[in-house]
């Protein structure tokens, strides 16, 4: 198998040994689960699918960003605990995953069972040097990483205009840098908070990842993505706060899938321009709204059109109509092994099909049951 890497900005090997360790960001449950999510989550697994279908055991670890600035403001907002905002909502996540095919995940926990994980790393990385503190906040110290910027390979003006639009507040006054993120910081009088050896507080975003990852997975993990939005600066900071702390290679291969786009703008809360898995489960069949998405490359950018719900419901009846039988299994395995080809699978069993060969076991690789 061969995907892209990120870091390395090229196709590569991916030899992972016989038990594959990856890492998948989850979602912040404040709102409902939305296309560009799916997507994601869909490429984790059709990559599940296929190392298990060449012998590995993988163990996919995705977590919940149940404690974040999002969450709470939401939470303030409607006037609920932040906490049962968050169950109603995995509640609901759960449930769409569950009937789209999606395989279970090996581990999906919560930021906020890893506060004695993340103390613990907060303090490491501060002993080491890595960390200051400043106006009751803890900030890592950018200056102190050598290899700053090794996942995104982007140049510090980039950086900066990416840390505002993703919440990295560069204009924080208590910054030595503006690129400093924050690992520990107070809370408001009305959010959560935690005792520390820095005060009550909760963590940054950064942090609760590199915990989870390492609380489940180790030190040195296999595979780590998610949306291409996330490898600056979530990645980027994961990666320097964990190789700090352990001085060995946070993650083997970054893997990271397009932008979902709706009139001209990817779909993004903030923005509200979403298109619900929920709501197109009212419509339209899981497996059709599967095959939808499998028609784009999971490393592209695209626009969301109904008419890929079209195209992917007559795919749908045209595969059926084939039946059972194993055609065109070879090729799929082939188009997965080249970077992930989804497209490139649906058109070796387009082809299968239109001979009338069943080709239930490839629809079968690619999480379409017929």
């Known amino acids: 198998m061969r995907l892209y890497d990120t870091a390395r900005q090229s196709v590569v ?4 040994g016989p038990v594959v360790t990856m890492y998948s960001c989850g979602i912040t449950p404040y709102d409902s689960a939305h296309m560009g999510h799916v997507q994601v989550y869909l490429t984790f697994d059709l990559l599940q699918r296929r190392l298990r279908d060449a012998g590995h055991e ?16 939401r939470a303030r907002e409607l006037g609920v ?28 926990p919560r930021a906020t069972s890893a506060i004695p994980e993340i103390l613990s790393m907060v303090g490491a990385v501060l002993d080491g040097g890595h960390a200051y503190e400043s106006g009751g906040s803890v900030y890592f110290d950018v200056s102190s990483f050598a290899t700053f910027g090794q996942v995104s390979h982007l140049s510090r003006a980039e950086m900066l205009v990416l840390a505002a639009e993703r919440g990295g507040k560069p204009d924080d006054p208590n910054k030595r840098d503006p690129l400093d993120f924050v690992l520990w910081q107070p809370s408001a009088a009305d959010e959560p908070a935690w005792q520390s050896r820095w005060g009550p507080g909760r963590p940054g975003w950064h942090i609760e990842c590199s915990a989870l990852a390492m609380r ?14 996330l490898i600056f600066p979530h990645h980027e900071c994961e990666t320097a706060q964990s190789e700090s702390v352990t001085g060995k290679t946070f993650c083997r291969h970054w893997f990271h ?21 929920g709501d197109l489960l009212k419509e339209w069949e899981p497996m059709a709204i599967r095959l939808a998405l499998l028609e784009h490359h999971y490393r592209a950018d695209w626009e969301w059109q109904d008419a890929g719900l079209e195209r992917a419901a007559e795919r749908l009846e045209r595969w059926r109509a084939a039946g059972d039988g194993d055609a065109g299994i070879e090729q799929v395995r082939r188009a997965l092994d080249d970077d992930l080809d989804a497209p490139g699978a649906l058109d070796a069993l387009d082809q299968a099909a239109a001979t009338g060969a069943g080709m239930s076991q490839g629809a079968a690789l690619l999480g379409v049951s017929l």
């Open 257 to 277: 899938v397009g932008m979902v786009g709706l009139d001209g703008t990817k779909m993004s809360k903030s923005l509200g321009n979403l298109v619900f898995v």
């Open 216 to 229: 489940e997975l180790g030190e040195t993990i296999d595979l780590h993505g998610g949306g291409r939005d």
């Open 13 to 16: 090997a991916f030899e992972p």
């Open 81 to 108: 605990h932040y906490l049962d905002l968050a169950a109603e909502e995995m509640a609901r996540f759960d449930s769409s995953m569950q009937v789209m095919g999606l395989l279970p995940v090996y581990r999906e």
């Open 58 to 73: 993988t163990k996919l670890v995705r977590n919940v960003t149940d404690v974040d600035d999002d969450i709470l403001r």
